[in-house]
Every structure is written in structure tokens, then in C-alpha cells.
């Protein structure tokens, strides 16, 4: 009976020291989130030029030294994007690469690992600080489950959704995240993969001249039940905005896509993903939320912007776009300016607007559409200019004469704000229009 409850008490306090260590990692944890969250948002389509190391070890033996790519890669709307090599040998590296990326469903800057600091999903751990290269740093453990994950693994036409875990190593004073190691969790045995890690350390970059935090070195290692391991060891420096030149060719990352190097014809800069057009007709209606405020206290020119579709949208009968998809935006100028009225001078504001990609079923698409009304709570202040809406002026329509909207380019919508502050909360109804053309 002494041992029973002895072990009942031992339970107790282990329960009681692992809640508390819950506890106490919540605060430094928000912050940590915060600053990431804050350098993801508003971190610009980028470009690094990549060395990649590969590795592989059957067993207990010594590891084999493969061929290494050396190629650009960066992020651009949102997808991991490779340069297409010149040569066949480069070409068949690159395949091979994307392959064992394909399979650990990860890449080389692990893009899954963003749910840890993009959502609340991930319970996380306080843990004694730590010294990794001569600097101490502040040490998270997390646990993301495998329900809302969106992270998986394939192997041999088998595939499984996946929970994942780790660490996260940040400055204890700026709260900067320094490193982030990351494993599969209980991988069914069907799969043949015995393990998977990721590591990634981040540093500054300047791009454009403002620094920002971007991954410097990632490894990969993915091990088999079979005994084989591999080995990607992923360096990146010259890192710059993204912006393509004619000629050049990109292949992004499929994540749970056959693996292939495009071949097509030179692409333009931002066409690396197919457009809503191809699953959508022009002039189809689109009811969304916007889940960010717009505020000039911390909405600036490429401020990222979220929505989520509030009705599904069917083509021919059948859920081409379901309710919740995600949107994602950016805006493009914030101009404020002045009209009379009476004796008086009052301001108002143009905010320009540009949805970039959609995110069905698993796959990512250009998004273009043109805003044609707001719903509430924003419908009191605001006013759409350039939209073909009868009531796109609402209470302003006696005034319309009196604002001045500059010419939108590509894809831009405007929203008029009446107002000597711009103020818009978030989670206010918006509906577009899908736009003509190729978008």
C-alpha cells in the first residue's frame, strides 16, 4: 500500500511540475511568437543562393559524400521556389533533393515549421537555458499536434499526416528566435521511415536595406527503417528580394506533389503558381472576412493581409472553393489626403489593396479580384471607388466628386476611408469579384 500511493505522489508531482512548466512557458512563448510572427508578416519575397550537402550511410558504416547543388532558392507568395540549373546533371541533383524533401515533407526552410508561430496550435514547455556557440539562449519546447499539424510524410505511394515536436532556442533579451529543431512524431511503421529531423538556424539579412530574420543553415536527416540515412545540409548567404528575370525558370517545392523539374517556357516574375482563373469564371463572387485590422498605427505599404471565404463557392454543382479556405493579401499603398466640404477641410484615406494566393484542397493559386463591397462593421466609413458596386459610395455618394483615387495597377482594388484616422478593426465582411483575364 506504501509503494502504491508512494507512486501515486510521484505521479502527482510530475503532473504538478509539467502543468507549471506549461504555465511559465506561456508568457516568454507570446513573446517568442510575437517577434516571429512580426518577421514572417512582413519578411518580402525573397531569393539566397543555396549550398546544399548531401550525405548517405547504410547501417553502421561511413557516410558517402554525393555530388552537392548549389542553386537559388527563397520563398516567393508564400511557396519555396527553386531556380531551374542549366545542366542535365544539375537538373537530376535537384530532382533528387526535392525528392527527399518530398518524402520527410519538409524543405529547406521548412515552411511547416511557421505553424508553431503563426497559430495557437502548439503547446509548449519551459526549459532551462542553455549555451550553444558561446552564447546563452532561452530554450521552448513545443508539441504540435498531428490534427492541425498540416505536415506529412510519403514513402513508396504511402502517405500519413504527422504530429511534430522540439525546440526553440531565442535571446533571452530581444526574445529572437537563434534556432528551431524540429521531429516526426510516432511515424506509422508502414511508412518505412524510422525517423525525421530538421534544423534550422536563423540570422540577419539586410534586403532592400532593412534586416530581417531568415534561416542561415538548415539539416535534414531522414533515416530508414531499413537502416539507410540521409543527410542534407543546407548553407545560404546573398540573400535579396525576389524578382525574376526574363528567361529564368523556377520550380517550387511540391510538397505532396509528384516530384518533376519544369522545363516550360520562361515564366515572368509571381507566375509560379496557377490562377483561381483555371478552377473559377470571371466575375465570380467571393464573400470574405478580413481577419487583420487596418490601421495606420501599424499598417504600412506591404503589410500582409488574411482573409478567410465566408460561403463556399460552386462551379457546375459541384464545392469548387470551400467555406474557410484561406486568402492572402497584401496592401499595396496607403495615401492620405484631403477634400472641402462647406468651410471645412476633412481628410480621408485610399488604402490600395491586392489579394495574392488562394489555398484549395492542399494547393496554392494566384488570387486576382477586384473589391466590390464591405460589409460590416467597416460599411460606415468607407467607400469603393474604382468598384462597379451602385452602391460603392453608400453615404458618401453626394461627395464622390470631391476624392481623388489615383489609377489602379494590376489587380489593385481601392477602399476609401472617410476619416481623419484610419481605423478599420478587423474581422469585417468583404466581396470580390474574380477578375478578367489570365490575373
Not at 557516410?63 to 511557396?79: C, K, T, Y
Not at 496557377?274 to 473559377?280: G, K, N, Q, R, V
Not at 499603398?333 to 492542399?362: C, E, H, M, N, S
Not at 489587380?411 to 484610419?422: I, N, P, Q, T, Y
Amino acid at each position: 500500500m506504501a509503494t502504491r500511493l508512494t507512486a501515486c505522489l510521484c505521479c502527482c508531482v510530475a503532473a504538478h511540475f509539467a502543468l507549471a512548466s506549461a504555465a511559465r512557458a506561456q508568457a516568454p512563448a507570446r513573446k517568442i511568437r510575437q517577434k516571429m510572427s512580426d518577421t514572417l508578416n512582413n519578411t518580402p519575397d525573397f531569393m539566397c543562393s543555396a549550398s546544399i550537402e548531401r550525405t548517405e550511410r547504410v547501417g553502421d558504416g561511413e557516410p558517402a559524400v554525393l555530388p552537392a547543388l548549389h542553386i537559388d532558392a527563397g520563398i516567393a507568395n508564400g511557396i519555396e521556389i527553386y531556380a531551374v540549373p542549366a545542366t542535365d546533371g544539375e537538373k537530376d541533383i535537384l530532382r533528387k533533393v526535392l525528392s527527399l524533401y518530398h518524402t520527410a515533407g519538409t524543405g529547406s526552410f521548412a515552411m511547416y515549421a511557421r505553424g508553431v508561430f503563426l497559430t495557437t496550435e502548439a503547446t509548449f514547455y519551459y526549459m532551462p537555458e542553455e549555451s550553444k556557440g558561446g552564447r546563452t539562449l532561452s530554450r521552448l519546447d513545443f508539441a504540435m499536434p498531428r490534427e492541425v499539424s498540416h505536415y506529412s510524410a510519403s514513402n513508396a505511394g504511402r502517405k500519413a499526416d504527422l504530429g511534430y515536436s522540439g525546440s526553440i532556442w531565442s535571446d533571452p533579451h530581444s526574445m529572437e528566435v537563434a534556432r528551431v529543431w524540429l521531429k516526426a512524431d510516432a511515424i506509422p511503421e508502414e511508412l518505412g521511415i524510422e525517423s525525421v529531423t530538421q534544423t534550422i538556424d536563423y540570422g540577419r539579412a539586410a534586403i532592400l536595406g532593412i534586416p530581417v530574420l531568415l534561416p542561415t543553415a538548415t539539416e535534414l536527416r531522414l533515416r530508414e527503417v531499413s537502416g539507410r540515412e540521409v543527410r542534407l545540409t543546407g548553407h545560404f548567404s546573398d540573400c535579396r528580394q525576389f524578382s525574376s528575370k526574363r528567361g529564368e525558370r523556377f520550380v517550387e517545392n511540391g510538397v505532396g506533389d509528384p516530384v518533376k523539374v519544369s522545363t516550360a517556357s520562361p515564366t515572368r516574375a509571381g507566375s509560379v503558381l496557377p490562377s483561381i482563373a483555371e478552377l473559377l469564371p470571371a466575375k465570380t463572387r467571393i464573400e470574405m472576412m478580413l481577419n487583420d485590422p487596418i490601421d495606420e498605427r501599424t499598417t504600412t505599404e506591404k503589410s500582409k493581409l488574411s482573409f478567410t471565404v465566408l460561403r463556399e463557392v460552386k462551379k457546375d454543382g459541384r464545392v469548387v472553393v470551400p467555406k474557410g479556405a484561406n486568402v492572402s493579401g497584401h496592401v499595396t499603398r496607403i495615401l492620405r489626403q484631403t477634400f472641402p466640404i462647406f468651410t471645412a477641410i476633412k481628410g480621408y484615406y485610399a488604402v490600395g489593396i491586392l489579394l495574392d494566393t488562394i489555398d484549395v484542397d492542399g494547393r496554392r493559386f494566384r488570387m486576382r479580384a477586384n473589391l466590390e463591397q464591405v460589409g460590416p462593421p467597416a460599411t460606415q466609413i468607407c467607400f469603393l471607388p474604382l468598384s462597379n458596386d451602385p452602391n460603392k459610395w453608400g453615404e458618401f455618394d453626394d461627395r464622390q466628386m470631391l476624392f481623388s483615387i489615383p489609377p489602379a495597377e494590376s489587380g489593385e482594388s481601392f477602399l476609401g476611408v472617410v476619416s481623419e484616422f484610419l481605423r478599420l478593426g478587423s474581422h469585417w465582411v468583404t466581396y470580390w469579384t474574380i477578375e478578367e483575364g489570365p490575373g
